[in-house]
């Protein structure tokens, strides 16, 4: 086709999964080309956001968190074309071999979807916080302090790279994240006891740096922030 062609999976309920186009890039895109194409999905949902900036670490070091993958059920693609949509349904069976039951199998993609949600409202928190430290001027008095706070805020929910490349900070709350839904993908299986209470854990932590950080942005930023509101990129 001469225009775009999109592959959308939906669940059971007709809610969209994922898309991809022949106009995209990378794992976004699929092929296009006149005749019989093939495109396989490796059934994983899309990865939760990144964080706004970039740290220059890789790996375990500053790990992120995995989407979800898609539990045995009923689904179903539709391909848009052409000016043509065209839907077809399909079932993701377990494998025989694998022990677990369909209900193990759930409860690991339930978890898995949680772990995104924490992870989002990290990344949202993130933002927010950028968003803030943009908007004060170091020259009022209490700014060196208040940017302190959020720098305090910032390394305890993403891993910080040090003053010099040497110099690694402790993971953040999202990198512990990343590693637990490592742990948890690791294996076919209902997640473990450990694995639930080291959610939980991350979770109130999580909570408790957005909590700190609405008291910043309400009762010390506008003390510190400049006239305009405005101001240079964090």
Request: aromatic share 4%; charged share 20%; hydrophobic share 40%.
């Amino acid at each position: 086709p001469s225009g775009e062609a999109t592959l959308s999976i939906r669940d059971a309920a007709g809610a969209e999964i994922t898309r991809f186009s022949s106009q995209g890039r990378g794992p976004a895109g699929m092929p296009a080309a006149a005749g019989t194409n093939r495109f396989i999905w490796n059934m994983s949902y899309p990865e939760p956001p990144e964080p706004p900036v970039d740290v220059p670490l890789s790996g375990a070091e500053a790990a992120q968190p995995s989407g979800p993958v898609a539990a045995p059920g009923r689904y179903s693609v539709r391909l848009t074309v052409g000016g043509q949509t065209l839907e077809q349904p399909f079932e993701i069976r377990k494998d025989p071999r694998v022990q677990a039951t369909d209900a193990d199998l759930q409860a690991q993609f339930v978890l898995m979807v949680d772990i995104g949600k924490r992870a989002t409202e990290a990344v949202d928190g993130l933002k927010r916080l950028h968003e803030a430290r943009g908007q004060i001027d170091p020259a009022r008095p209490g700014a060196a302090a208040v940017l302190e706070r959020l720098r305090t805020i910032e390394g305890q929910l993403q891993r910080l790279s040090g003053a010099h490349s040497l110099e690694v900070a402790p993971k953040g709350l999202y990198n512990r994240l990343g590693s637990l839904s490592r742990a948890v993908l690791s294996a076919e299986a209902r997640p473990t006891q450990q694995e639930y209470a080291v959610f939980e854990g991350l979770s109130a932590g999580i909570a408790e740096q957005l909590r700190q950080l609405g008291e910043v942005i309400a009762s010390d930023l506008p003390a510190v922030a400049n006239a305009g509101g405005g101001g240079a990129a964090p």
